[in-house]
Every structure is written in C-alpha cells, then in structure tokens.
C-alpha cells in the first residue's frame, strides 16, 4: 500500500516558522513580566495572580507561577554562567554582602561586581569560602570592600578600601567626642575625594605630588597625640591601611568606595523585609540569579525588564557582541 504524503510548501514552512516564534515571543513576555514583578517590586504570589487576572484577564494559580519561575531559574542558568566567566577574567572586583532569610535561616548574600558585570550568590557562609568559591583560581588585580574581616582575605595583591564607610567611621567618632583625630583624617580623607574629582585636569606630575602630601598628612595624623578610645581605635586600624587608602589615586579605573557593590544589593534587603525571605533554596538561588542578570544588564545599558526579557530569549544574551 503506497501512502501519498502532500507536499508542504515553502510559503507554509515560513508560516510555521513566524507562528512559533510570535508564540515563544508571548512565551518570553509573560515569563518576562511574571519575573520582573516578583523580584524587582516584591509581588506576592497572591498579588501576581489577582493582578495577571484583573489587568490581563489571565487567570494563572499561584502554584502555576511557581512552577513558571523554576522554569524561568533554568533559563538564567546560560546567562549566569556567562556573567561569572567574565567576572573570573575581571582586573577589579568590587565585593559587599548582606544577610538574607532562607528557610527561616539566615544565610549570606554576596555580591561580586566591576563596571562590566555583577554577580550575586546566596549561601549559608559569610566566611571567605564564599570568595574562593566563586572565583576558582582566578586572581584579580585589585580588591574594592570595607573592613569585614573575610574580605581582608581577597586574593588580590592590592586592595582598595571603601572611603565611604570610612568617613561613617570617622563621623561617628566625631560624634562621640574625639575632637583630634576623627576631624583631622574626615578632613585628609575628603581632600583625597577632591583631588579625585579633579584628576582629570591635572598632569601626572601634579597628581603625584598631591598623592605624596597625603601620605604626608597621613603620617602627621597618625602620630598625634591621642586620648580619646573611638581616636586610638581609628588610629590602629588605619595604621594598618597606609597603603590601601590612596590607591585610586594611582588607578583611575579604582573607585574610591564601594558604593557601587551597596547599591547592588539595595533591592535584597528591600526584598528581604517584605517578603520575610525564601521559603526554598530554588527560591533563593532563582532571586540571586535574577539580581544578577538586572545588574549586569544595568552595567550594559539595559533597564530591569529589558535586562531579563533579553535574558530569556533564544539566543539572548546581556552582552553585545565583540
């Protein structure tokens, strides 16, 4: 018995084609919206499902959007995975962390990030594990963070403090009465943001002498004589930093503070105290991931939607071509 198959016609085959992809285009909307809502405004379940039905006339079940947002962790995974490949090639990296709820546990949440790319990561740890872990055997350059005691544990051969929790610091000891050297180094350490704000107008000879007057001034402030406990704290601790104070100074790709890092994770602790945390380790790893892809889409011009629409796309990805 011989089955006659009808031909499909190439006019067809582009038919299917246009279909499938105005289909997958929807697909990629909604999951886009769905994502977009839940991670960058803190929509509950309960709030997305009343809204996707009273805005869009979509009636979805708050178990279909979590099975919906495992599906969307999956898709990420491509997306991380190329994030964290070009934060293990990065010179810089500037880090910070912040704590998160998991399964009424608290963990970690670290951030990892340059002017190019910016990784986020939740785990149990806030040791320098953490750090280790995700950069393998990568060596960056040159470290941006605060003080906490396992960033001083970075890999880089040089590390730049974050001037901005220090002038918190040295305020703080102002306000509590060290009349000596608190105001002396809020001074010498507002005259280094100046001089950076400068930078450009000055030739390096310039700027090198006014690198020189502030180890200079760093040396004057260090010897003072001193009375008071918040200005003997400051002290030892800042004698230990002579050489990681100033080097933006010598590096204009350097910040000067990590303020970058804190903005990073600004939406975590927002998030954090609306939704009182994760309930599942997907939940967290699927926020971390979702952080991460929004960050570093803002390093590349790319809004929040756009940044996890391009995300989720065939083929799509947060960088352009090089």
Not at 49 to 73: T, Y
Not at 170 to 191: E, N, S, T
Request: glycine residues 6%; charged residues 25%.
């Amino acid at each position: 018995m011989v089955v006659s198959v009808p031909a499909v016609r190439p006019n067809m085959l582009h038919l299917y084609h246009w279909e499938w992809n105005q289909v997958h285009r929807l697909a990629v909307q909604f999951k886009a919206r769905v994502t977009y809502l839940r991670y960058t405004h803190a929509i509950s379940y309960e709030r997305l499902s009343s809204i996707f039905g009273s805005v869009f006339g979509l009636k979805i079940s708050e178990g279909a959007i979590a099975n919906l947002l495992a599906k969307v962790k999956t898709s990420l995974d491509d997306q991380v995975s190329q994030i964290l490949q070009r934060l293990r090639r990065a010179k810089l990296i500037c880090s910070d962390e912040t704590s998160a709820g998991v399964k009424g546990q608290n963990q970690w949440e670290w951030v990892f990030q340059n002017q190019d790319v910016c990784l986020h990561v939740i785990r149990p740890s806030r040791a320098s594990g953490v750090i280790n872990e995700v950069l393998g055997e990568h060596r960056p350059d040159i470290w941006v963070s605060d003080l906490f005691s396992d960033q001083k544990n970075h890999p880089a051969p040089q590390w730049q403090v974050c001037l901005a929790h220090q002038l918190r610091d040295c305020q703080y000891a102002i306000d509590v009465g060290d009349r000596i050297f608190a105001p002396g180094m809020k001074r010498l350490l507002l005259r280094a943001f100046i001089i950076h704000r400068r930078r450009e107008k000055m030739d390096d000879t310039r700027l090198k002498r006014y690198r020189e007057n502030l180890q200079e001034r760093l040396t004057r402030i260090l010897n003072l004589e001193l009375e008071h406990k918040d200005g003997i704290r400051l002290r030892k601790c800042y004698g230990g930093l002579i050489n990681n104070l100033f080097l933006f100074l010598e590096d204009a790709t350097i910040p000067p503070t990590n303020n970058q890092s804190e903005q990073a994770i600004r939406m975590s602790v927002i998030f954090r105290r609306v939704t009182n945390g994760f309930r599942s380790e997907w939940g967290r790893d699927l926020f971390a991931a979702v952080r991460s892809v929004v960050n570093t889409g803002k390093r590349q011009g790319l809004a929040a939607y756009q940044s996890i629409q391009q995300a989720l796309s065939i083929d799509g990805s947060l960088f352009s071509p090089s």
